[in-house]
């Protein structure tokens, strides 16, 4: 079948059916977006348990000065002989523990004047309120009892936090957020999916006499079907273009900024992220406009 054919059809069937085509690109712009935004969320789940999830399991935390109100802290700022002995208690309690590292008060606020550096809070912290710490990693997260049991009201010690524990609420937002986006592009998509269909008889109904002429002149099934295809192929790309956009939207003005104010606790994602995802938005779109209407014209358009 010629090009020419093929194009001048397509815009016409497109000129005719405005509405429906434009029904067919809000719809999928929106199945699609929703798509987008689980993959996103997945995305989010995995680069923070990346960046800190898988890497540091527990904190055990030493005195300062201003913990006297903790019994394990009465004598103020925890003393060499304290922190040799708690490092001394964490070797020993290999393999369970794999990896330890110390960080002065002078380290803990570089690290987060480097990890907050524009957050305005910063220029507020000093070694004084920044406690030293032991960054500890186990063979075995679930067995972080095991070091809270030990250490907890250890003399020098103020306090043993479980990372898994600080984060699990934001994970858990980023998880059902990624499930309920799944939930809703699933409906999306068979709305989408049955609005090409609808649109896919109405269009066809109207172009009987053409299809019929066509039919008579010994045109192919694929030549028949190929305009068809191609309308809807052309109404779900662009929903993906628009999809697409409302996502670069979302993570360039939102999450970035989010970012960018010194609010995140963890890496946000990016610009970068969101060039990823889009492939599989188009990919999704090419694969559902094909198969539906060329499923939905072998059942309802016999040639």
């Known amino acids: 079948m010629r090009l020419r054919f093929l194009t001048s059809e397509v815009w016409q069937g497109v000129r005719r059916n405005t509405s429906m085509i434009a029904s067919v690109v809000l719809v999928s712009m929106v199945s699609l977006f929703f798509v987008g935004s689980g993959l996103l969320a997945q995305r989010q789940v995995d680069q923070a348990k990346g960046d800190w999830y898988e890497k540091v399991h527990a904190f055990v935390f030493l005195c300062t000065d201003s913990d006297t109100n903790v019994a394990s802290c009465a004598g103020g700022e925890a003393s060499t002989a304290q922190t040799e002995a708690v490092k001394s208690n964490l070797d020993n309690l290999r393999p369970l523990v794999t990896k330890v590292d110390y960080k002065t008060s002078e380290q803990a606020v570089a690290m987060f004047r480097e990890q907050y550096k524009d957050s305005p809070y910063v220029s507020s912290v000093d070694a004084k309120s920044m406690p ?68 896919i008889r109405q269009v066809a109904f109207t172009r009987r006499r053409q299809v019929g002429i066509m039919r008579l002149v010994g045109a192919s099934s694929a030549t028949i079907y190929l305009p068809f295809v191609a309308e809807v192929l052309i109404a779900s790309l662009a929903g993906a ?46 694969v559902l406009a094909v198969s539906t209407s060329w499923v939905t014209l072998r059942r309802y358009l016999k040639v």
Request: with cysteine.
């Open 132 to 199: 030293a710490f032991y960054e500890v990693r186990l063979s075995d997260p679930q067995r972080f009892d095991e070091i809270a049991s030990g250490f907890q009201g250890m003399p020098g010690v103020a306090h043993v936090s479980n990372l898994h524990q600080v984060l699990a609420p934001f994970f858990s937002f980023l998880n059902m957020l990624g499930v309920g986006s799944a939930i809703i592009a699933g409906l999306m998509v068979v709305c989408s999916i049955l609005l090409m269909v609808t649109t």
């Open 241 to 286: 273009v628009l999809a697409s956009g409302l996502l670069w939207a979302m993570v360039h003005f939102g999450v970035s900024g989010l970012a960018s104010s010194g609010g995140g606790f963890v890496n946000l994602i990016g610009d970068s992220d969101v060039l990823v995802v889009v492939p599989w938005l188009f990919l999704g779109a090419f």
